[in-house]
Every structure is written in C-alpha cells, then in structure tokens.
C-alpha cells in the first residue's frame, strides 16, 4: 500500500481518493477546510493554509508519503523542488507543478520554447500595465489572473470601461499572491476541446478522446466525448501536448486545453492532474475514468489502451443561493430518467453557481452527442440547491 498526499480536497480530489480505495492505497486529503469533499473519502486529513510553507513542510514530515499529488492551484509549489531532492515523488513532477500552477510559466514555455500556437497575449500587474496590454493587444481581448482555477476572476474587456473592472475582478478571483494577469487577444475559435493525455513512467503516452465542453463565466457548464473534431485538427493538438508533457516530466494524467478554429488548432491551457470537464468519463465512456488512469499512471501501473466505450455528457449541478446546509429538490427526476447518472459532491457550504453536484448521461457509440448532451444539460436544470 502506497501513501499519497492529496494537497486539495474538492471534488475531482474525492473522485481520485475512490480510486485509490479500490486499490488499496492510503490517501491523506489536505484542504484550508474541513469536511471538504475528499476528506469524507479519505484514510486521514489535515486542515492547513497550503501557501504557508512551513505547514505545508510539516505535513510531508508528518506522513512521509510516497506521492505527493496537487489538485489545485493555491500551494506553495515551490518547496516541491526541495522534496524531490529529499527522494519524495511530486506528481506529475516540481518543475510541472511549478510551471503549471502559474499562467505565465506555462503560457512562455508554451509560446517562447515549444513554438506552439497560442493567443497573442501580455502580462499586467496593475490597472495601469492591464490598461496598456490592452492598448497593444486590442479588444475585445481576455484578462485571467496568473494564479486561478474555474475561471475565476476571468472576463472579456469590450470597451475601455472594463478596464479597470476587469482588474478589480482579476484580484477578487486569484489564488495565491501572485497580482499579476494575462491579457490575451480573442481567439475567433470554432470550438474548445480538453485532451486528456496520460504519460507514464513506463510506457507510451496515450490520449483520450477529445472533449468538448461550453463554458460561462469562465466555468464549464456542460462536456461530451467524443468531440467532433477533424483528424488533422486532433493530431495536432496530439502533437502540441506530447511536446508539452515531454517537457514537463513525470506521470500522471493532463487536462490540456485547446481552442480549434478556421485558422487551426490553439494551446490554451495545462492542468496536470484531473480535469473537470473531464467529469463526462464518470459515464463509463471510457475502459477507465480520468481519476482511474491519474492513479494507475501515479503508482506506475501500465495503461496498455484507453477505448472508447460508449458516448456520455455531463453537467454541473449549480447552487442557488447562500446556505451553510445546502439541500438538493429534484434529485429523483434525474434518478428516474434512463441512461443517467449524478454525483453530489458534499461541499458543506453553498453559494450562488458553486458547483455541488454532476449530471452525467450515455448512450450507444451510434447515437447523436448533441442529444446525449442536450438530456445532461435538461435534468441538471431540475435539480435546485437552496437552505
């Protein structure tokens, strides 16, 4: 039995803690909260402020894992240079942490040192630097803070107006404390996609299916897989994320997005670990969920293949106002219709759009995704969270 630091416990977290169950590995869920979702899952949990160095430094003394695995953003990545060095395993690596946990890494290893085809884009670290990216990269363009996740803090500048609102915004919804944004020009894209792309210590890296998926206020709402795409268009993006990957180093799975559109296939973003929009493979489209492949890929099982198994969506299950008890009218609607599934992720506490729950639906290879996804989108919309 292997002993895994989780360093963020929400709801991709408890997905990966399930896995790890049935395989009889330890998981120790760490999170600046209790009760998070992957704590009701896991062997044992701490509660402590993952920016503070010295805790987190105190936890991997404390349980002297064998993996120490990130699920999200607001960690202190750069200690995990020192735990390699002290024999601990970082998942996928440090230098994958580190680059992908900060927008402006990621974007100039992307951009600068692979070549790949991504936005024009600028960094700001004031409203006044934000107000000359945009100057230099034109509207409409995006604004994302450096340090951010579910598209918090994310928005699209039109008019001079939103300046200095997309700003203050920036700053509401980054994680860390790193004041600093990306300003990309609008990318005229056709559709957006995520592939799943799993490296292993031994062995080749394998891809899954593309997914597509439609975002609002910056959050996923709805995914499916497979995503239509052209061959060419996939192999490209194939080919970007080997690259990408390749140059990071370490195993595990990767949520690398693109955007697809006349003029060809763009780099958007990395995520190296689980991906939510990746939610969708909770429907058995695959031979194994994204949270099964992360684990096996983390413990140094082989993935011979990913297959897929029959077509699904998902979609999120959203909050409708404060409570610090939130229930769920509705539910029975969703466990009634055929070729249909949910997940409740047991956040403890409610707010307006926090996502609470997932909808996932499936048919045969032979039926229409549009279809598949239109039933995911229509039951999550009967489900109510209030006090």
Same mark, same amino acid.
Request: aromatic content about 8%; hydrophobic content about 40%; overall charge negative.
């Given at each position: ?13 408890k997905e990966f803690v399930i896995a790890a169950q049935r395989l009889s590995q330890k998981v120790i ?43 999200? %953003? ?182 690398? %997005? ?121 039951l999550a919309c009967k489900v109510k969270v209030l006090s």
């Amino acid at each position: 039995m292997a002993t895994i630091l989780l360093l963020g416990a929400g709801e991709l977290g408890k997905e990966f803690v399930i896995a790890a169950q049935r395989l009889s590995q330890k998981v120790i869920a760490i999170d600046s909260y209790e009760n998070a979702p992957a704590m009701q899952v896991a062997h044992e949990w701490e509660v402590i402020n993952m920016l503070d160095g010295d805790a987190l430094d105190a936890v991997v003394k404390k349980y002297n894992p064998d993996y120490i695995v990130p699920e999200i %953003e607001a960690i202190r990545t750069e200690r995990f240079y020192e735990y390699e060095k002290q024999g601990y395993t970082v998942v996928p690596s440090a230098k994958a942490a580190n680059y992908t946990m900060n927008r402006k890494a990621i974007r100039d290893l992307a951009s600068k040192e692979l070549g790949l085809k991504t936005a024009h884009y600028r960094y700001a670290t004031s409203a006044t630097e934000l107000k000359k990216a945009v100057e230099e990269i034109g509207m409409p363009c995006v604004v994302k803070p450096l340090m951010s996740s579910s598209g918090k803090g994310q928005s699209t500048i039109k008019s001079q107006a939103d300046i200095e609102k997309a700003w203050n915004y920036s700053q509401e919804g980054s994680r860390g404390d790193v004041a600093e944004v990306i300003v990309e020009s609008f990318v005229n894209f056709n559709y957006e996609i995520t592939l799943l792309t799993v490296t292993q210590r031994e062995g080749e890296t394998l891809f899954c299916p593309p997914i597509g998926h439609r975002q609002e206020r910056g959050d996923y709402q709805e995914s499916w897989q497979p995503a239509t795409m052209k061959t060419n268009h996939l192999e490209a993006a194939k080919d970007m994320a080997a690259k990408v990957t390749e140059a990071l180093g370490g195993a595990g799975i990767w949520g690398i %997005e693109f955007f697809v559109g006349n003029e060809g296939v763009y780099f958007s973003e990395l995520s190296p670990r689980p991906h939510d929009t990746g939610m969708v493979t909770l429907a058995n489209t695959q031979n194994f969920n994204e949270f099964e492949l992360h684990l096996r890929a983390v413990i140094g099982l082989p993935i011979p293949e990913i297959t897929l198994e029959r077509k699904g969506a998902s979609a999120v299950i959203l909050a409708n106002d404060f409570s610090e008890n939130p229930n769920f009218y509705g539910i029975e609607k969703v466990a009634a219709a055929p070729k249909s599934d949910f997940r409740l992720f047991g956040k403890p506490t409610s707010r307006p759009y926090r996502r609470m729950g997932v909808v996932v639906t499936y048919g045969n290879l032979d039926k229409d995704i549009s279809e598949i996804t239109e039933r995911a989108k229509n039951l999550a919309c009967k489900v109510k969270v209030l006090s």
